[in-house]
């Protein structure tokens, strides 16, 4: 690929950036995700999970099995509670909106350059 070439690669690369940046799949994605990150009710679950968590792991090396199972028991109880969450229901909903436009749009690509490839391949193979 030549200079030129790369130079128009960039270009399409920064509009299309720009352009993602502007989806309204994309922006509703990123505002739930702010919300998510920014709420303390989710965060304290998810510290509640990890420290029964390692309280298990704890438990589970100093022989504790109750100690542990009771752990495990409210890590679980816990999850269950963040999973409830319309917040983290609606941002997993959006998250899977922006993947699947984001998986579309690279097999898109991948069948465009490998058709452009081919193409020019078949032009060398003549020549």
Do not use: W
């Amino acid at each position: 690929m030549n200079l030129k070439d790369e130079a128009a690669v960039d270009a399409a690369l920064t509009h299309l950036t720009a352009l993602l940046s502007e989806n309204e799949v994309i922006l509703d994605y990123q505002q739930l995700k702010k919300r998510v990150a920014e709420n303390d009710t989710l965060k304290e679950l998810e510290e509640g999970i990890q420290t029964a968590q390692k309280n298990a792991v704890q438990f589970a090396h100093y022989g504790k099995p109750e100690a542990e199972r009771e752990a495990l028991k409210e890590a679980d109880c816990l999850t269950k509670e963040l999973d409830r969450s319309p917040l983290v229901t609606a941002y997993r909903e959006q998250l899977y909106e922006a993947n699947d436009l984001l998986q579309h749009l690279t097999t898109r690509i991948q069948k465009e350059v490998n058709a452009a490839l081919e193409a020019e391949s078949t032009r060398e193979g003549e020549q």
